[in-house]
């Protein structure tokens, strides 16, 4: 497509254009779009939020390219929808797709921004598990660890069955968005035992205050620690769980569960496992007690 004419203004292409709300089964054409390198005919609309995501959109286009999604402005020139998509074509040098529609302003485009939505976590694992390109068993593995433990965020599930049941360190968003979660049937089928276990203490999560999501920590650091009995643990957590403070961390709320664990417990028996937390130790072994 040639670019517009830098003389070109918004009044030159103010074509009128049927109402679309006269639309029938026919398709019809109701509007036209255009493209420009005219970057001063547009016009930021008072009171719009900022352009900060422009960044984001220009690695996009680097990576794949401008897709063909116009901007949306008024008769007069005011960007209501693509503020970002327009700084990102004038950084680039790029021609600006835009369409018009008269008499919208800044309600619109509050209304606009208000019900629009960024692709979330499950979206990309759901792309990278059925999606066209290359389909990936990691997320296939993960998208059914979610659907079967809706509680735990996919951070956490991706965390509990590859990082020896409690470290989820590594699994950052954009490693998400670019479909690097690599996950083994094992690790799918440990992630299971680990989720299926934390699910047994319902009654915890709904009686303590502070971060709910450093208690599923905690637990499942002490299912996949060898030294745990898990089922001794639960039994002392069913006694004793009405005494666990408001949890701020996971490093408390072990420290908590380790006290549970050892209270009234034979000498033989007790547990001394921070020091393996702190060090990031992997602890995923052979149980002595059966989850």
């Known amino acids: 497509m040639k670019p517009v004419a830098k003389k070109r203004t918004c009044e030159a292409n103010s074509r009128s254009a049927p109402d679309w709300r006269d639309v029938g089964k026919e398709s019809v054409k109701v509007a036209n779009i255009y493209a420009t390198r005219n970057y001063e005919m547009f016009k930021f609309l008072p009171g719009n939020r900022n352009t900060n995501h422009a960044r984001k ?11 063909f999604q116009p901007v949306l402005i008024n008769e007069k020139c005011e960007i209501i929808e ?15 797709l835009y369409v018009m529609q008269k008499g919208i302003g800044i309600e619109e485009c509050s209304k ?4 629009s939505t960024n692709w979330k976590m499950k979206d990309y694992i759901h792309r990278y598990a059925h999606g066209e390109d290359k389909v990936n068993n990691g997320a296939k593995y993960l998208e059914n660890l979610i659907k079967e433990f809706p509680r735990y ?5 991706y965390g509990f069955a590859v990082n020896a049941g409690f470290n989820t360190n590594g699994c950052k968003t954009a490693s998400f968005k670019n479909g690097v979660m690599p996950m083994t049937e094992e690790e799918y089928q440990h992630g299971r035992e680990v989720l299926s276990y934390l699910e047994k203490f319902d009654f915890v999560y709904k009686t ?9 920590g905690a637990l499942a650091f ?19 769980y009405v005494s666990i403070p408001p949890i701020a961390n996971t490093r408390q709320a072990i420290e908590v569960i380790q006290g549970i664990y050892n209270f009234n417990a034979r000498t033989k028996k007790q547990i001394y496992v921070i020091s393996d937390y702190e060090r990031g130790k992997s602890v995923r072994g052979t149980k002595n007690g059966n989850a």
């Open 222 to 240: 002490f299912y996949s620690h060898p030294d745990v009995d898990n089922d001794f643990l639960y039994t002392q957590m069913c006694k004793r």
């Open 208 to 216: 303590i205050e502070g971060r709910i999501e450093c208690i599923h």
């Open 153 to 157: 965020s996919p951070t956490l599930c």
């Open 82 to 96: 693509g503020q970002g998509r327009y700084v990102a074509c004038k950084t680039l040098k790029l021609p600006v």
């Open 112 to 115: 606009l921004n208000s019900v």
């Open 57 to 67: 959109i220009m690695a996009s286009i680097k990576a794949v390219g401008i897709l």
